[in-house]
């Protein structure tokens, strides 16, 4: 399912329009949660507007609005709360469950795949809306072979195309931990940065970062037979030492369970999110 940046911008648009907001549309949503040092009357607005933004549509609007998208809400949520980490990245967080317009859907084990679909769309599409291409490097990981080839031809991908098969994925990782990792280790040592948010304020050469997105990661380890277990050690080894210099993690999976997310990997994984789970442990 595609979600095109334009996409978002619509969709959040009419969120605000159906809620009444006073911040009606996409780019005044995005220049206001820039500004944060308002004071006295300017404060109360601004509060008064985050407050709005806990209104949550009628179902029927979802179903009857052309422009309407049931991540607009947390999307709108989550660049109005954002906050500044510097080197031009903002990091909005939110917690959000999506309508279910299909009651059918209720009970098909397909209504999550969907929609950690639509979240991982959402999660690169707001990447490329707020980082220019060559400021961000990306490596997406495709299973299914569909999901994210509306990407494949994004200019700063960093093996120039969607990995699909397992021993790709294998070579990424390997390359990842073995090489870039370490090159990048030594660069921060070099300018005697304690991370890349450091050496970057610094730098005439700036380090870009690099977001690695992997889907159906339970299939992937499947997939990887002899390799699993490299495959696990590899992307244990990602989530524990690589956001310093720059490389951040994401992971999709339909079966979150201990024996695919272990208690190490799970550790290291700084940020979940959950459409629905089967036990209150996953």
Not at 27 to 37: M, R
Not at 43 to 65: G, N, S, V, Y
Not at 165 to 189: H, W
Not at 261 to 266: K, Q, R
Request: charged content about 30%; aromatic content about 6%; glycine content about 2%.
């Amino acid at each position: 399912m595609e979600l095109s940046t334009e996409r978002v911008r619509t969709a959040v648009t009419a969120y605000l329009q159906e809620i009444d907001a006073p911040v009606s549309t996409w780019e005044a949503l995005v220049s206001l949660s820039q500004h944060e040092d308002y004071g006295d009357d300017a404060a109360a607005e601004r509060e008064a507007f985050d407050h709005t933004l806990d209104r949550d549509p009628d179902r029927e609007c979802f179903i009857e609005h052309e422009d309407a998208h049931t991540l607009a809400p947390a999307l709108a949520r989550a660049i109005f709360r954002s906050e500044d980490r510097g080197n031009g990245w903002r990091v909005g967080k939110t917690v959000h469950e999506p309508p279910r317009l299909d009651a059918a859907a209720r009970e098909d084990g397909d209504w999550n795949r969907k929609w950690v679909t639509v979240f991982l769309d959402s999660l690169l599409s707001c990447i490329l809306e707020t980082q220019r291409l060559d400021d961000v490097q990306l490596a997406i990981i495709d299973p299914k072979l569909t999901n994210f080839m509306f990407f494949r031809d994004l200019p700063n991908l960093v093996t120039g195309d969607i990995i699909t098969e397992a021993d790709e994925v294998c070579d990424l990782l390997d390359q990842l931990v073995n090489e870039e990792i370490s090159r990048r280790k030594e660069i921060l040592t070099e300018s005697a940065s304690v991370d890349i948010v450091d050496h970057n304020s610094r730098a005439d050469n700036p380090l870009s970062p690099m977001v690695v997105v992997v889907d159906e990661y339970a299939d992937l380890l499947d997939a990887a037979e002899d390799d699993a277990d490299q495959m696990e050690t590899n992307v244990r080894r990602i989530a524990q030492i690589a956001r310093s210099v720059g490389i951040h993690l994401v992971i999709a999976t339909q079966r979150p369970s201990a024996n695919i997310i272990n208690t190490d990997l799970w550790s290291n994984l700084d940020m979940r999110a959950a459409f629905r789970v089967p036990s209150d442990s996953d």
